[in-house]
Nanobody, 120 residues
């Protein structure tokens, strides 16, 4: 019915960059281009938070903590969403997830996420 597969995470030093990707599939994404998509993250011991979103028209918004450093983009033809993360900080360490915005099924479905660790 629905699948979201995140990739691209890894270990990076402070100041480094990573590019995350998310592939959406399933019947619920037949109209992918009409979905507002978001990237979320969950750090250890903390609640999941939304860090970026992009509408069907390409309008974007970002959490204050990542503004100017992260860039969300989408490829409607391939049903993918990307998150370019630059100038990474220790506090960006988290598991990153993509989902619709707001999340599917009121947060009832999440992919496996991709782990980002910022460490020296």
């Amino acid at each position: 019915q629905v699948q979201l597969v995140e990739s691209g995470g890894g270990l990076v030093q402070p100041g480094g960059s990573l590019r995350l990707s998310c592939a959406a599939s399933g019947s619920i994404f037949r109209g992918f281009r009409g979905n507002t998509m978001g990237w979320y993250r969950q750090a250890p011991g903390q609640q999941r938070e939304k860090v970026a979103a992009i509408t069907s028209f390409g309008h974007t918004n970002y959490a204050d903590s990542v503004k100017g450093r992260f860039t969300i983009s989408r490829d409607n033809a391939n049903k993918t969403v990307h998150l370019q993360m630059n100038s990474l900080k220790f506090e960006d360490t988290a598991v990153y997830f993509c989902n619709t915005s707001p999340p599917l099924f009121k947060g009832g479905y999440w992919g496996q996420g991709t782990r980002v660790t910022v460490s020296s």
